[in-house]
């Protein structure tokens, strides 16, 4: 691979067909209204919704990235076009009879925990709600990364 | 140097097989061949798990049925290897993340079984990127980055490799194998197995394979069972094929699609064999080149690479024209909502009570999920997860999702 790696010249001709130069549109992001807001109350939320924390303000960061992503398609316009829900589009997918053709596997199922107790997963107990902290303390720059904790 | 290891440097699967039918190689050398050169090749970290004992004892029963002329398909006797997120059955499937570190499946997905019945002989689970979401050079694995085998200074120096500059590589100057697939395709590429399966959602079998300079092969989503294949993106996952050649992605291909009623979105389709012809004739082959597809920040030697594509089409006979994807600039964008959706939903099943890693916090079941899930994801993984929840908001679905499916 490396030693027979050609060196293009800029000067080859392109095929007819290549196009010389980026054919993409410039999005303007100023006409694009702020839908995806993420703020305090947002962190914590998600917080709460994803049972994981954001470790540091670069993970608050992360999300705001993706969401400025996201709201470059507003540009698209989608009017009167039918929503895709299956990747097969019409076809129908493959539906099996109602008939038990598997079982007893008890063993099987209980193997991979890491905590059982008499054929039963054990867990504490619920009904209690998470303890979620304020999202300001991913501004405090003293504040430690919680991975490093 | 024996033969048998000299044609594992070139090899393709019909022509290994006829030297397995004819006894001049037998399965069993076969196999500890790619056992050694995969011992030899550790530093390249492409391997989480190993089968060897088990390979050895399928190779001796490959072996009888080959020598009584009784072999099952062209893939019996030939060594190969599958991703770790392939459940295996008994055999440890890690996703080279902490939080299914000891998992070991009950079941085998259908695609490997369907290689197995063939008899294909399974080696090893390989690396790939945590959870298959990080950066797209497969470092983020629990047991560490995957080594590009180019320009890599192996230890026993088989081969000596040093740079156009005269300067030799160092051992800590070691290039990226591409990911999620990065194992599979150090694998096949060095010859420790002759064919690989990987997972493809974006590209996970395809980039690493152009990094390591094999043939990666996404199939049309459909064609082969997700049964036992950890779902990252269950719209757009597929399992995929690495191999040296053309030819053999097209027998592993042929060998393992089908449809499965263990997966209601697998397509049967009429003709599932899957063989190229020896003599391939494009003439009149309407060839499209997407216009949009030069996108702003394309290199000058893809562009060129680009274009000796469509030249080499033309020489052969094929109508190369150009065509139009107006969307394609979006599809990024597209993709990087869809995926974060669907990956916060999968992600949603660990949460250390039936299976994975399991935290020491009891103090309640939230906490628990929480304690457990924060040490077994890493920071990608978990940006995902928040990304995809965010766009799951009641207040997001209409605005962001909705307008998602129709672009």
Redesign the interface.
Same mark, same amino acid.
């Given at each position: 691979?490396?030693t027979s790696r050609r060196s293009?010249s %800029?000067d080859?001709k392109?095929?007819k067909?290549? !196009? $010389?130069? !980026? @054919?993409?549109?410039d999005v303007d992001r100023s006409t694009l209204s702020k839908?995806?807001v993420?703020d305090d109350a @947002?962190v914590e939320?998600?917080e709460r919704?994803?049972?994981? +924390?954001? +470790?540091n303000q #670069?993970?608050v960061k992360?999300?705001m990235d993706?969401?400025a992503? $996201?709201d470059?398609? %507003?540009v698209?316009d @989608?009017t009167g076009?039918?929503?895709?829900?299956?990747?097969?589009e019409d076809?129908d997918?493959?539906?099996?009879d109602d008939i038990i053709t598997d079982g007893n596997?008890k063993e099987?199922?209980m193997? +991979?925990? #890491?905590?059982t107790f008499e054929d039963y997963?054990? #867990? !504490?107990?619920?009904n209690? !709600?998470?303890?979620t902290k304020p999202a300001s303390r991913y501004r405090d720059p003293d504040e430690e990364d %919680?991975?490093k904790r | 140097m024996h033969r048998s290891s000299y044609r594992l440097q070139a090899y393709q699967d019909p022509k290994l097989a006829k030297e397995l039918r004819s006894g001049e190689v037998s399965v069993s050398e076969l196999c500890n061949r790619c056992k050694e050169r995969a011992s030899k090749l550790n530093s390249l970290n492409a391997l989480v798990t190993t089968t060897f004992e088990q390979a050895e004892k399928h190779a001796l029963e490959s072996n009888q049925r080959i020598q009584s002329g009784n072999a099952r398909h062209i893939l019996d006797g030939i060594p190969f290897a599958v991703k770790d997120n392939f459940s295996t059955k008994g055999i440890r499937t890690t996703c080279a993340s902490k939080i299914l570190q000891n998992y070991i499946p009950a079941y085998t997905a259908t695609v490997v079984e369907k290689l197995e019945e063939c008899g294909a002989i399974l080696m090893a689970k390989q690396i790939w990127m945590n959870l298959q979401w990080g950066d797209s050079g497969c470092t983020d694995s629990i047991f560490g980055p995957t080594r590009n085998p180019w320009l890599y200074p192996y230890k026993e120096r088989e081969v000596t490799v040093q740079r156009s500059d005269t300067q030799e590589v160092q051992d800590t100057d070691w290039f990226i194998s591409g990911g999620s697939s990065g194992g599979s395709a150090v694998a096949v590429a060095t010859g420790m197995v002759l064919g690989a399966l990987g997972s493809d959602t974006g590209g996970s079998t395809r980039m690493p394979a152009s990094i390591c300079g094999v043939v990666g092969l996404k199939p049309t989503y459909g064609l082969s069972s997700r049964h036992g294949l950890i779902p990252l993106v269950n719209s757009v996952d597929v399992p995929g094929v690495l191999s040296k050649t053309v030819d053999d992605a097209a027998v592993i291909l042929g060998a393992m699609c089908g449809a499965d009623p263990l997966d209601s979105t697998t397509v049967s389709l009429p003709d599932q064999s899957f063989q190229l012809p020896d003599e391939i004739d494009i003439k009149g082959l309407k060839v499209g080149i997407p216009q949009e597809y030069h996108s702003p920040r394309l290199e000058e030697e893809v562009l060129q690479s680009w274009s000796k594509a469509a030249d080499l089409f033309e020489n052969a006979g094929a109508k190369v024209i150009p065509v139009s994807l107006p969307h394609t600039q979006y599809s990024l964008a597209c993709y990087s909502v869809l995926c974060a959706v669907e990956v916060a939903s999968n992600m949603a099943r660990y949460d250390g009570i039936e299976f994975g890693h399991r935290s020491q916090d009891h103090s309640s079941t939230e906490a628990l999920y929480a304690a457990s899930r924060h040490e077994g994801f890493n920071q990608v993984v978990r940006g995902r997860i928040f990304a995809g929840n965010f766009f799951l908001l009641r207040r997001s679905v209409l605005q962001i999702c909705f307008n998602l499916m129709t672009t």
């Amino acid at each position: 691979m490396f030693t027979s790696r050609r060196s293009y010249s %800029q000067d080859e001709k392109l095929h007819k067909s290549i !196009p $010389a130069k !980026p @054919t993409w549109h410039d999005v303007d992001r100023s006409t694009l209204s702020k839908r995806g807001v993420v703020d305090d109350a @947002t962190v914590e939320l998600l917080e709460r919704l994803s049972l994981v +924390n954001f +470790n540091n303000q #670069a993970g608050v960061k992360t999300l705001m990235d993706a969401v400025a992503l $996201a709201d470059t398609l %507003q540009v698209v316009d @989608t009017t009167g076009v039918v929503p895709m829900d299956s990747v097969l589009e019409d076809r129908d997918l493959n539906l099996r009879d109602d008939i038990i053709t598997d079982g007893n596997c008890k063993e099987d199922v209980m193997r +991979n925990a #890491a905590l059982t107790f008499e054929d039963y997963f054990v #867990a !504490p107990p619920g009904n209690i !709600p998470l303890e979620t902290k304020p999202a300001s303390r991913y501004r405090d720059p003293d504040e430690e990364d %919680q991975d490093k904790r | 140097m024996h033969r048998s290891s000299y044609r594992l440097q070139a090899y393709q699967d019909p022509k290994l097989a006829k030297e397995l039918r004819s006894g001049e190689v037998s399965v069993s050398e076969l196999c500890n061949r790619c056992k050694e050169r995969a011992s030899k090749l550790n530093s390249l970290n492409a391997l989480v798990t190993t089968t060897f004992e088990q390979a050895e004892k399928h190779a001796l029963e490959s072996n009888q049925r080959i020598q009584s002329g009784n072999a099952r398909h062209i893939l019996d006797g030939i060594p190969f290897a599958v991703k770790d997120n392939f459940s295996t059955k008994g055999i440890r499937t890690t996703c080279a993340s902490k939080i299914l570190q000891n998992y070991i499946p009950a079941y085998t997905a259908t695609v490997v079984e369907k290689l197995e019945e063939c008899g294909a002989i399974l080696m090893a689970k390989q690396i790939w990127m945590n959870l298959q979401w990080g950066d797209s050079g497969c470092t983020d694995s629990i047991f560490g980055p995957t080594r590009n085998p180019w320009l890599y200074p192996y230890k026993e120096r088989e081969v000596t490799v040093q740079r156009s500059d005269t300067q030799e590589v160092q051992d800590t100057d070691w290039f990226i194998s591409g990911g999620s697939s990065g194992g599979s395709a150090v694998a096949v590429a060095t010859g420790m197995v002759l064919g690989a399966l990987g997972s493809d959602t974006g590209g996970s079998t395809r980039m690493p394979a152009s990094i390591c300079g094999v043939v990666g092969l996404k199939p049309t989503y459909g064609l082969s069972s997700r049964h036992g294949l950890i779902p990252l993106v269950n719209s757009v996952d597929v399992p995929g094929v690495l191999s040296k050649t053309v030819d053999d992605a097209a027998v592993i291909l042929g060998a393992m699609c089908g449809a499965d009623p263990l997966d209601s979105t697998t397509v049967s389709l009429p003709d599932q064999s899957f063989q190229l012809p020896d003599e391939i004739d494009i003439k009149g082959l309407k060839v499209g080149i997407p216009q949009e597809y030069h996108s702003p920040r394309l290199e000058e030697e893809v562009l060129q690479s680009w274009s000796k594509a469509a030249d080499l089409f033309e020489n052969a006979g094929a109508k190369v024209i150009p065509v139009s994807l107006p969307h394609t600039q979006y599809s990024l964008a597209c993709y990087s909502v869809l995926c974060a959706v669907e990956v916060a939903s999968n992600m949603a099943r660990y949460d250390g009570i039936e299976f994975g890693h399991r935290s020491q916090d009891h103090s309640s079941t939230e906490a628990l999920y929480a304690a457990s899930r924060h040490e077994g994801f890493n920071q990608v993984v978990r940006g995902r997860i928040f990304a995809g929840n965010f766009f799951l908001l009641r207040r997001s679905v209409l605005q962001i999702c909705f307008n998602l499916m129709t672009t």
